[in-house]
Antibody, heavy 123, light 106 residues
Framework: EVQLVESGGGLVQPGRSLRLSCVAS????????MHWVRQVPGKGLEWVSG????????DYADSVKGRFTISRDNAKSSLYLEMSSLRVEDTALYYC????????????????WGQGTLVTVSS | DIQMTQSPSSLSASVGDRVTIACRAS?????LNWYQQKAGKAPKLLID???RLQRGVPSRFSGRGSEADFTLTISSLQPEDFATYYC?????????FGQGTKVEIK
């Protein structure tokens, strides 16, 4: 059974940093691209960042470029999101998601999602 | 960036109704996915590549379309189908989503 478990969310002041983690199990983690998607409570979905299986391709939404850093450790089946210079508008539930496309950095949809970790940016 | 626009934003329907949700891309795309999200839950991939049903998804769900216009149809709405539905393009990054369509009970 595929499982994605996020952690690291919490309350943080504007301008501070936070690191999210996602531990994967139940599939060959190093065969698939992974993504972070966020959702403001009660609002829609926003793709944040993606990373290829071998970390060669890394991608960000314009809204977080230069402030967020995605990374992965295939030996630990783990995905990370380092968030710095946080803003109030970064407040959201952050989901880790597996791409359904095998191999290179193309996408055919996100077929497994974690339950999310809530990040609240407030003074 | 490719903009995805869904219509309607919400709809009310009864069990047994046929429901269609539209999704329009701001340019021609290949790769359109549909997700279902129930309250308090993570999104679930229903359909990828415009029409390919994911394993375990009931056959009352279907997707069609091409170029920039796509639809998701539920042929006979069931109680468990009341949820919010999102389209997403997987043509090119950033992998943008539509704003969602909330399907409510009439």
């Amino acid at each position: 059974e595929v499982q994605l478990v996020e952690s690291g969310g919490g309350l943080v002041q504007p301008g501070r940093s936070l690191r999210l983690s996602c531990v994967a199990s139940g599939f060959s983690f190093d065969d698939y691209a992974m993504h972070w998607v966020r959702q403001v409570p009660g609002k829609g979905l926003e793709w944040v960042s993606g990373i290829s299986w071998n970390s060669d391709t890394i991608d960000y939404a314009d809204s977080v470029k230069g402030r967020f850093t995605i990374s992965r450790d295939n030996a630990k089946s783990s995905l990370y999101l380092e968030m710095s210079s946080l803003r109030v508008e970064d407040t959201a539930l952050y989901y880790c998601a597996k791409d359904s496309h095998y191999g290179d950095y193309q996408s055919t949809g996100f077929d497994y999602w974690g339950q999310g970790t809530l990040v609240t940016v407030s003074s | 960036d490719i903009q995805m626009t869904q219509s309607p934003s919400s709809l009310s329907a009864s069990v047994g109704d046929r429901v269609t949700i539209a999704c329009r891309a701001s340019q021609r795309i290949t790769g359109l996915n549909w997700y279902q999200q129930k309250a308090g839950k993570a999104p679930k991939l229903l359909i990828d590549a415009e029409f390919r049903l994911q394993r375990g998804v009931p056959s009352r769900f279907s997707g069609r379309g091409s170029e920039a216009d796509f639809t998701l149809t539920i042929s006979s709405l069931q109680p468990e189908d009341f949820a919010t539905y999102y389209c997403q393009q997987s043509h090119t990054s950033p992998w943008t989503f539509g704003q969602g369509t909330k399907v409510e009970i009439k």
